[in-house]
């Protein structure tokens, strides 16, 4: 697998942010993992293809549903990868295995898959139709794609809160927009719907989701989870002590009137995106 410049970045920084704040993460998303499975109805001889699966939390949930079928989970992350594998060996799941390999160019098997998924993960592709073109031939004729992916960030609190709050003092690095590789690639439904159709999808179907991200269990939790994924701590240590102080108090101020007795919730507006492989 060639190694671009996003495959080092997994390889890296973001890897290692996502494999220490698994259990977080897993937590913070757990109500777009139902949303996911919803859509994507996995039934119990299924094959299920896993893409940009992380720690595997999805892809193990997969192969519990496919209990007589089986479950691949495929990242860029060597990291996330073995903690992937680490997490299925210890819950005894023998129907799932994981490689390392870029969806986009991949040589899955024709065919091979009833089903893709993908929570949060497809948003990355430097050439998006091509990946999802690849992504569809792995699946059988009529086989179903279903995946969760960000809405525009400026209707994410998930999103502006924090970076409202660091912005008083220092410059956070945006995401990416629309026609690039990032977080928000799939926010614009006209361009998903360009995408898919243009990889060979039909039946593409966009529904509106408003599930909040539990950033933790307090204020002090999320304040953590916050300042220490790679792009908020790279623009904070450069910070002077004084001026570190008074960001993280007012991210502190800006996050405080989220908390709830479930967590520390933030609007994370996404799509649920669901498709077919044509017959």
């Not at 997994?10 to 942010?17: E, L, Q, R, S, T």
């Amino acid at each position: 697998m060639a190694e671009s410049a996003r495959t080092l970045d997994w390889n890296g920084a973001n890897g290692d942010h996502w494999v220490a704040y698994e259990e977080q993460y897993n937590a913070a998303m757990f109500r777009y993992s139902e949303r996911l499975f919803a859509g994507a109805d996995v039934q119990p001889d299924d094959r299920v293809l896993d893409v940009g699966c992380g720690c595997g939390q999805t892809t193990r949930v997969a192969a519990a549903l496919a209990a007589e079928g089986s479950a691949l989970g495929v990242d860029l992350s060597a990291a996330m990868l073995a903690q992937a594998r680490a997490r299925a060996a210890e819950e005894g799941v023998g129907n799932v295995r994981f490689e390392q390999a870029d969806a986009q160019v991949h040589g899955f098997a024709d065919g091979a898959y009833d089903v893709a998924i993908s929570r949060h993960g497809v948003m990355f592709f430097a050439d998006p139709v091509a990946a999802f073109a690849n992504v569809r031939r792995a699946l059988r004729p009529a086989g179903r794609l279903a995946f969760v992916c960000w809405r525009a960030p400026e209707e994410s609190e998930y999103s502006a809160v924090p970076r409202a709050a660091l912005g008083r003092y220092v410059t956070v690095p945006k995401s990416g927009g629309v026609n690039e590789p990032g977080p928000n690639s799939l926010a614009d439904p006209d361009r998903v719907r360009e995408v898919l159709g243009g990889a060979g999808f039909v039946d593409v179907r966009l529904e509106a989701e408003n599930e909040p991200m539990d950033l933790g269990a307090g204020v002090g939790e999320a304040l953590d989870f916050v300042l220490n994924r790679p792009h908020v701590r790279g623009v904070m240590a450069d910070l002077d002590g004084g001026t570190k102080a008074k960001a993280t108090e007012a991210l502190r101020e800006a996050l405080t009137p989220y908390v709830t007795p479930e967590g520390v919730l933030l609007r994370a507006p996404a799509w649920l995106v669901t498709a077919h492989n044509a017959a």
